[in-house]
């Protein structure tokens, strides 16, 4: 096989001279860089779908997950040369981290909220106790449950005020370890 260089890589070609495509199906699927990538791709699938998967996407979503999970590869895997001594150029990396994030946006991904404090029945499967049956699994309420959006946001606070709340917070906790 015969290969012919060109700016950015080098082509592979047959014995015929004719251009050769391989494509990721190809590649084999028991390195550990390959599996990351595939799980990044089915993660992000799931993600996009709603949890449909990927065949749910259209072709060209499809495509832009790949790549979103290769770049993240490629991320990951300068991240973890750095972090062990070799010399990554930060300018591959800042153009990788671009080029993901700049995909991430084709794809279009949002910051959403995950359930951080785990119901009473998966915090007591968590630690390997059974749930108490005569305890109902509690709703966390926060302030934002409460705001109602026809209110006018309060004023916001001063600097003054905000000194004064510290001092006062500070008053509480030294009382409170001195044992008043």
Known sequence: MATAPFKGGIKSRTRAGKM???SIDQLDSR???YQRAMEL?????????GGAGEDALPTTLQVA???AALL??????AAARWLEGEEVSPSDVAT???????????IGYKRLAKEAVPT????AAQHGQPASDDVEDAEIITGA?????DEPAPPPVTAEQAASAVSDFATYLASKAAGQ
């Open 41 to 49: 791709r089915r993660a992000i699938a799931s993600d996009v779908s």
């Open 31 to 33: 390195t550990h860089a």
């Open 65 to 67: 997950v790949i790549n």
């Open 72 to 77: 993240a590869v490629m991320t990951e895997d």
């Open 145 to 149: 449950d409460r705001v109602d959006p």
């Open 20 to 22: 050769r495509i391989r």
């Open 120 to 123: 009473l029945s998966e915090y």
């Open 96 to 106: 990788l981290v671009n080029a993901l994030n700049r995909t991430c946006g084709v």
